[in-house]
C-alpha cells in the first residue's frame, strides 16, 4: 500500500518587507542579502497572527466536506508553541469546525518535527488506512532587530494530508534519521527570539546532510542519478546551495546540473518568505513541485534538519496529477503587500510574546482567515476573522 502526502497547502501573512530596503537600513550591502544569503522579501507577522492561526488559514485551504470526515489525528509540528501544555492542535481544529473524535498533539525538535510528524503519520496510516491525518508544520522565525540571524526570519504554515493512495508524493520505506547533542540553536523558555551559533550551526547542517545521505546510498545502493531533484530544509536559500555544493564538488555532468536547477526551482518561495523553519522543507518541496521540470514517476529527495540537532534523509515517489493537489502559492504571495522597515519593527515589537496582562488587538488590518484578537484572563482568543 502506498502512503504518503496526498495534499499540500501553504499560508502565510499578508505582508512583506524588501530585504535590500532592510540591509541599507542596517548598513549591508544589499546584495549580501539577496546573494550572499540569498534572500529578497520577508514575511512580517502581525501581533494578531501566530502559529494557530496561520497553521489553520492553510488547513483550511485543503478541507472539502469529504476529506474533513476522515480526519482522524492533528498532529501540529512547531517550536513557536503559545502555550507549554495545551498543545495548539486543539485550538486549531476547533477553529476548523473539526468533530470532536479527533487526536490533536504538538511535536517539537526545531525545525525537524514536521518530518517526525509525517513518520509518524505514515505508521498511524498503515495501521488504519481508511484515515487521515492532519499534519501541520508551522512557525515564526525570529531572531531579533539587528541581529545577524535577522534576515533568515520568516513565518508560515505547510499543512499535509497524509493518507492511503497519495495524490502528491508516495514515501518510500528507507529513512535515515541521525541525531547529536549539540548548541548550535535553541531557544531558552524566558526567551521569544532563538539564541544561535550561526556559521558553526550551517557547518552541523551540511555534515548532517553527508552523514544521512552517505548511509542512505549504502542501505539502499541508489545513486544521486536515481533522483530528479533533491529537497533541502531551506532556513534562507544559500543553505541548501553550500549543502548541495558539498555533495557534488567540482561536477558538472548532467546530474549535478539537474540537480542545480532544481534547487533554484526549491528556492523561488523560500526567498519571499524566509525561514518558516520546520515548515521550510515543505514549501521548499512545493516550490520544486511548481516551479521544477518534476515528473509522475520522478523520485524526490528529502533532507530535513533541526538544530540541536537531528537530520533524515527520505524519499518519495510524485504520483500522477499531482499538481492540482496544491495551493497556488505564487498567486498567494503576489497578493500580499510591502511595509516599511519602520512598521516591521512596531509589529515587530507588538507581539504578545511573555506579556500576562489582557491584550485587545486592533484587527482592522488583518485580512487572513483567523485572528488572534487578544488574551483575557491569560487565556489567548481566536476567531475567524469578520
Ligand atoms: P553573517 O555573519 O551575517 O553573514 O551570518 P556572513 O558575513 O557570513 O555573510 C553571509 C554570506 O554573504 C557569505 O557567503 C558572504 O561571503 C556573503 P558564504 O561564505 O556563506 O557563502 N556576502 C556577500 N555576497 C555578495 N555580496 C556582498 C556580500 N557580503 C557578504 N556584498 C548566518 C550569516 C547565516 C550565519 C546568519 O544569518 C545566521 O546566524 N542565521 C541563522 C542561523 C541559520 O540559519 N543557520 C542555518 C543552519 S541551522 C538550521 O537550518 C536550523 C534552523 O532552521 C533552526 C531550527 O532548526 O529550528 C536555523
Partial sequence: MKIGIDEMAF???????????????RGDEPDK??????????AVVPPTQDIVTLGAAAAEKLLNPTNIKNISTIIVATESGIDNSKASAIYIKHLLGLNDFVRTVELKEACYSGTAAIQFAR???????????LVIAADIARYGLNTPGEVTQGAGAVAMLIGA??????????????????MDFWRPLYATEAMVDGKYSTNVYIDFFLQTFTRYQQLTGRKLEDFAGLAFHLPFTKMGKKALEALLGQRTDPTAQRMRKQLTAEQAYCRQVGNLYTGSLYLGLMSMLQNGRIQAGDRLGLFSYGSGAEGEFYTGIVQAGFATYLNDIQADLDARHQVSIDEYERLFNAQLGMNSADQQFDLAGDQLPFVLAGQRDHQRIYQRNQ
Fill in 165 to 182: 493512495n497519495p495524490h502528491v508524493l508516495a514515501i518510500e520505506p528507507t529513512a535515515v534519521s541521525y541525531s547529536k547533542d549539540i
Fill in 123 to 133: 505508521g498511524l496510516v498503515a495501521l488504519n488506512p481508511q484515515e487521515t491525518v
Fill in 33 to 42: 542579502y539577496t546573494i550572499g544569503i540569498g534572500q529578497d522579501q520577508q
Fill in 11 to 25: 499560508a502565510t501573512t499578508d505582508q512583506y518587507i524588501d530585504l535590500r530596503e532592510l540591509a541599507k537600513r
